[in-house]
């Protein structure tokens, strides 16, 4: 039931491994997926690379790469099948009257979660098929008796989901199923809010593809794999895809379509999901094989989710009071100070364009706050955190601002994103402190905002980049910046130091890892004469630019990226990144510091799934709860934002625990762009980092 044969199963080292290359960008992408930039063109080819690739790598680490790429693939389970459970079915939401049959929004493509669909509806649901007028269901370009047996027994809609949001929360808010497959990040993208949708009593149902984790909704139906028959017909003998064995009628259910009685469906789901249903979180174990869904009659069940794993109960605590040391109370009033905490909101890219930049950010939180939670806390209180992931998306950084602070009750906010002006406004007029990595322009305008270094300022920049570029034989360069509009400063400021330096700016790209045409773009970098590729440009990006150009004979002898610095890339994608350039607003991990012995042995305590913690993003983590935890201990026993505020501007002698190259004056450092970086590049064979003799270089203000 694979759409054109867009999906194979292939051996891996230890495993089996699915993948799926439904779109041209996904085979455009096969170059820095198996490492190799010169792949020959058509899908035959590409697939014989995957699969010699594949049985190189363990199942992990393609996962790892997959995911890195945005691309549709997860490794095969093993392991025998969870025990079977009984179905969970609840019974309110949406706007539904007794006796209607559950209205189901269909939001899903292709195959999985349209056979979902179709099965409610076969059981007396109705089921609404909702496509985006820019991208339809991709299965209409297949078989037409295909996509009519799939959604035949549905309503349609298509909408503009950029034009007709409002059309669009209405028709979400009448649903009591909602039924949707892709990225976490993409239904607040359209304004649509999980949480918002729970507290209304409606249970939203995902299929996640492969490192998007389950938090918020839950799945109905995905691809899942079953043993293959044995090899006596000449086939090998390993798992397929559930959905090629599809029998007319379901694995242990005697109900026709259309019946009014009780259905049972067996083997839908394949990956852990979450269902947020009357305010209750039931997990659903990724290889239960077991009842999955149940339909009931009369038609007067509106959630209709399966085999309960777990409940997840929500309960909150407060404090008023701490001792001043002489046996007195202090009245702490503040939100988020309670007696024995202090809690803090994370905000921060772990999803959309940015999340390769800030992969091991909550992780250096983690260690960060964990050594200082185990020596006490700041004045006897732990320091402990709510997060929300705002996708790399400006409205939806806002939107987790706002649930943070008003929600969370967080007394300040830990922030890690590209795109931090989206909140920095509502930050600002709450008065609620903020730190961490000062990336956009919205760091420099607001006085409760606090980073140790910035990447953009409304004027001027510093010669110190195409100084670097010109002393390495650069002189015609292309701009390629990631599809994000906070970034158009930074992009001002690099074009201002490359043609201080007589470095000319040729040509400037806006692209994204998944939609833009790499080949076309090396050819116009061709035609260009270009020796220097830099830009905001994220790793993922990079690693799909870069093998394209050494295909083409782009003799690049210079590119500068201003993130990366992540050895778990360099494993995934570290020979298409090979000779790349990166500056560091902190010491590299290859001076072996103290500081960073310090860094890295906390890592290991606090957040061991990081297997090499020695990267940029953990950095950025480590020194933004390092600033947090400064603030506290500058705001006294009773802390307020005010103070938190008025005390760290008022600290002149900030080094980052030792890992800042030089102390920070917080009082005066504020907009004032960095003059000077430490510089590594990418070895020759990708496998490690090399610091630029000398490691630091400083350039000049320019007006």
Not at 9 to 22: K, Y
Not at 68 to 89: E, H, I, M, N, S
Not at 384 to 393: P, R
Not at 579 to 597: C, R
């Amino acid at each position: 039931m694979v759409l054109r044969g867009a999906f194979r199963m292939l051996p891996t080292r230890d495993g089996w491994f699915g993948l799926s290359l439904a779109r041209e960008s996904d085979v455009e992408l096969i170059p820095a997926l198996v490492g190799d930039a010169a792949v020959p063109e058509g899908d035959g080819a590409a697939w014989q690379s995957v699969a010699r690739w594949l049985t190189g790598v363990t199942s992990g680490e393609a996962d790892d790469r997959v995911a890195l790429l945005g691309l549709a693939g997860g490794a095969v389970p093993r392991g025998p099948a969870g025990p079977r459970r009984d179905p969970v079915v609840a019974s309110r939401g949406g706007t539904r009257q007794p006796g209607d049959p559950p209205l189901v929004l269909d939001f899903t493509s292709l195959w999985a979660g349209p056979l979902c669909g179709s099965l409610l509806a076969a059981t007396g649901a109705r089921v609404i098929k909702v496509e985006s007028a820019g991208r339809p269901d991709g299965a209409r370009r297949g078989p037409a008796e295909f996509f009519d047996l799939l959604n035949g027994a549905k309503e349609s809609v298509m909408l503009d989901f950029a034009d007709q949001r409002d059309q669009l929360r209405e028709l979400v808010g009448h649903a009591d199923v909602v039924l949707e497959a892709s990225r976490p990040r993409a239904l607040r993208q359209l304004g649509l809010d999980a949480d918002e949708q729970v507290a209304q009593e409606r249970c939203g149902c995902r299929s996640p593809p492969t490192g998007a984790p389950g938090r918020t909704l839950c799945a109905s139906a995905s691809a899942t794999w079953r043993p293959r028959p044995g090899s006596s017909a000449g086939r090998p003998t390993g798992p397929s895809p559930l959905g090629t064995h599809l029998p007319t009628r379901w694995p242990g259910s005697s109900v026709p379509p259309r019946s009014r009685a009780p259905c049972r469906l067996r083997r839908v789901c394949s990956w852990t999901y979450r269902c947020t249903t009357n305010r209750k979180h039931l997990d659903i174990d990724k290889r239960d094989y077991s009842v999955l869904l149940s339909v009931r009659s009369p038609l007067r069940t509106t959630a209709l989710i399966a085999a309960l794993s777990g409940l997840a109960v929500l309960t909150a605590c407060s404090g008023t009071g701490v001792s001043d040391g002489k046996g007195r109370t202090l009245s702490c009033t503040s939100p988020g100070v309670t007696e024995s905490e202090v809690k803090a909101g994370l905000l921060f890219s772990d999803s959309g364009g940015g999340q390769s930049a800030f992969g091991a950010y909550r992780a250096g939180v983690d260690a960060r706050l964990g050594i200082a939670n185990a020596a006490g806390g700041v004045n006897g209180r732990k320091v402990v955190y709510n997060w929300y992931d705002d996708a790399s998306d400006s409205a939806q950084n806002l939107f987790g601002a706002q649930k943070l602070v008003q929600s969370d009750a967080a007394f300040g906010i830990i922030e890690g994103t590209a795109v931090a002006s989206g909140s920095a406004q509502y930050l600002d007029s709450h008065q609620i402190p903020v730190v961490g990595v000062g990336g956009n322009l919205a760091w420099a305008q607001y006085a409760n905002m606090f980073a140790w270094s910035y990447y953009t300022t409304e004027a001027g920049s510093t010669s110190v980049w195409g100084d670097l570029v010109r002393s390495r034989g650069g002189t015609r360069a292309v701009l390629v910046d990631t599809a994000m509009s906070d970034l158009a400063k930074f992009h001002r400021q690099l074009a201002a130091s490359l043609q201080s330096a007589g470095v000319q700016v040729v040509q400037n790209f806006e692209v994204t890892a998944g939609t833009a045409n790499f080949n076309t773009l090396v050819q116009r970098m061709k035609a260009a004469n270009i020796d220097t590729l830099t830009g905001s440009v994220f790793p993922d990006v990079l690693a799909a630019i870069l093998p394209a150009a050494r295909a083409a004979g782009v003799n690049l002898k210079v590119v500068l990226a201003p993130l990366g610095y992540d050895p778990k890339l360099l494993h995934l994608i570290g020979p298409a990144l090979a000779g790349t350039v990166i500056y560091l607003d902190f010491a590299p991990f290859e001076l072996n510091s103290p500081e960073h012995a310090r860094l890295l042995t906390a890592m290991a305590t606090y957040a061991p799934q990081i297997q090499n913690p020695a990267q940029e993003s953990a950095a950025f983590g480590w020194l933004s709860a390092d600033m947090f935890l400064r603030g506290l201990q500058a705001a006294g026993a009773c802390p307020t934002r005010a103070a938190f505020v008025t005390g760290l501007r008022a600290v002149h002698d900030y080094d980052g625990g030792g890992l800042l190259p030089s102390p920070i004056d917080f009082a005066t450092n504020r907009g004032q762009l960095s003059a000077c970086y430490d510089f590594v590049q990418v070895s020759d064979d990708g496998s490690h980092f090399v610091p630029l003799q000398p490691v630091s270089h400083c350039g000049r203000r320019l007006p």
